[in-house]
């Protein structure tokens, strides 16, 4: 039994030492995950994207995707930003689309019936999403593809993984060791 023990405290000594070696550089990133999936559960109650318009019909008719397109492309362009879009959130019901650029956080929203612009604002709730993700370093260095993200990832998952492994099994060997000398006297 003794000797079953000086085993188990060994190995519970390693998974120690590793937990500890993973656990300290992974905290940064954890503290990083967990605060910004915070404000991502609560963008909507802290205001982190724009509200969505609406806009009455007065029975005129919708305009063009393409006319919506070019009135976004005008207005961005004038402000000398990049002209790229990303998506255009076409809702009829509304009378609103929300075109949000490739290259920028900001967003428009265009009246559907005029092609007025309603309103322009940084999507804030997008910044911390890449944040969150790790695919602004992706962003701001513009790399093809999303390398940083899917490494970023992987690591905190496999970190995390392990951590829950390793902070289990050095819950559970102290106990096994205490039932071990418990059972010995």
């Not at 060994?10 to 030492?17: G, I, L, N, P, V």
């Not at 909507?44 to 919506?68: M, W, Y």
């Not at 019936?113 to 604002?121: F, N, P, V, W």
């Amino acid at each position: 039994m003794k000797r079953e023990n000086q085993i188990l405290a060994k190995s519970t000594r390693w998974y120690r030492k590793a937990h500890r070696f993973v656990s300290i550089p992974l905290l940064l990133f954890v503290a990083i995950m967990s605060i910004t999936g915070l404000l991502l559960a609560w963008k909507n109650e802290l205001q982190l994207k724009p509200a969505t318009a609406t806009i009455d019909s007065d029975g005129r008719a919708l305009l063009s995707i393409d006319k919506i397109e070019r009135s976004a492309i005008n207005y961005i362009d004038s402000l000398e930003l990049s002209t790229e879009i990303n998506r255009i959130d076409y809702r009829p019901r509304k009378g609103i689309a929300k075109i949000r650029f490739e290259k920028h956080f900001t967003e428009l929203q265009i009246d559907c019936y005029t092609g007025k612009i309603i309103s322009q604002r940084t999507r804030t709730a997008d910044i911390i999403e890449m944040i969150h993700d790790g695919s602004i370093i992706d962003y701001l260095f513009d790399y093809s593809g999303t390398p940083t993200k899917l490494f970023y990832s992987t690591l905190i998952s496999f970190g995390l993984l392990f951590l829950s492994f390793s902070g289990f099994w050095l819950w559970l060997k102290p106990k096994q060791i205490k039932k071990n000398k418990a059972f010995e006297n």
